[in-house]
């Protein structure tokens, strides 16, 4: 029994000696994708017409294998559906694109999705209706989320596979037959409030084909999000330039008008920092508040620091906001007592740096935490809220 061990280990060591490191790697099951976006050079893009070959690919998915078009042969029917995570129609969608993969699934029909975005060409500022990015990693976060019983792949490195597709915005949907001809593109249904259909054009695409009918409109308009193309790099160079070149203040503010701060008299859901240039964790995650204020400062949100230097360290202060592009409402206290400080920010307080605080209009505190903030919580809790939300 040892002897036929030692033979069999000897036999696959063998083995894996002749095979290179691509055969080893898929006999492994290894994923060994890292993404890296890529600018695009700019190009005119047309979507796929109605009786047009299936484009091949061989993308990442969020499960951590490669997909291709070949591992799907066996399906009647092939949707490929062009998403994302930060665009409100395409969350609208979600959970209608859950529904048509688990209705027809028994019915031999494949649903694929395909992030076509280039993180390189999305802003902060788009991401208002989110509390993820369309990066790979971003993608993962929100297939553990949504438990998605499909493939959910990224093509945001090159896109070159959605550029052979041509989507228009997200969700763009493309429905192929057996031999994987287009029979029909565009739309999911008519109504983008989650609600108010039930994906009702690309049933009826799916159940024409299955029933082996003509579909009288098999082309329709799409609406959403546009694609986010590598080269739509430059404006996003723009916006960050003329975001770095805004002017940064900082406001001296009594104990009083921090307690109004707190107070949150305002009609807008308030974010509040209390961080220190000598506190080490308040300046290392301090940028990220900033990218939070440029996600959602144009919905009814604002983010505002509260510096805890002593106010001889105002310019220090200053300097380190200037630093970080702190082009919000930044304000330093006047009193050298932080145990008045403390006790006027929040009673329950015990003093330890950085504090953060989420305040609803009204002075309800809804969120707070000490210490350093887990941001993709900070943003799931902001973007879930009512006044915030994911969908128009």
Known sequence: MIRFS???????LLLQCHMDKKEISDMKGAFDFISQPVEVPEQEVNVLEIGSQAPGFRLPGTDGTYH???????ADVLVVIFTCNHCPTAQAYEDRIISIASDYMAKNVQVVAISPNSPLGLLYEELGYSDLGDSYEDMIIRQDERKFKFPYLYDGDNQKVSLAYGPAATPHCFVFDKERNLFYVGRIDKSEKPGTANGEDLRNAIDKLIAGEQLD????????????????TKMKTKVDKEW??????????????????????SEQLRLINVWATWCAPCRLEYPEFVVIQRMFGARD????????????????????????????RNFISVTDDKYELIETIDPDWNGALPYTLLIEPGGNIIWKHQGEVDFQELKRTIVDHPMIGRVY
């Open 6 to 12: 030692w033979v069999l280990i000897s036999s696959v």
């Open 68 to 74: 291709s078009l070949e591992d799907y042969a066996s």
């Open 217 to 232: 409109d098999p082309v329709t308009k799409t609406f959403g999000c546009s694609t986010k193309w590598g080269w739509k």
């Open 244 to 265: 770095a070149e805004k002017n940064i203040a900082i406001e001296e503010a009594s104990l009083d008008e921090i307690k109004s701060l707190v107070a949150n008299n």
């Open 301 to 328: 949100f604002e983010f505002i620091s509260i510096s805890a230097d002593k106010i001889s360290q105002k310019g220090k202060a200053l300097e380190f906001l200037e630093k970080e592009a702190s082009a919000l």
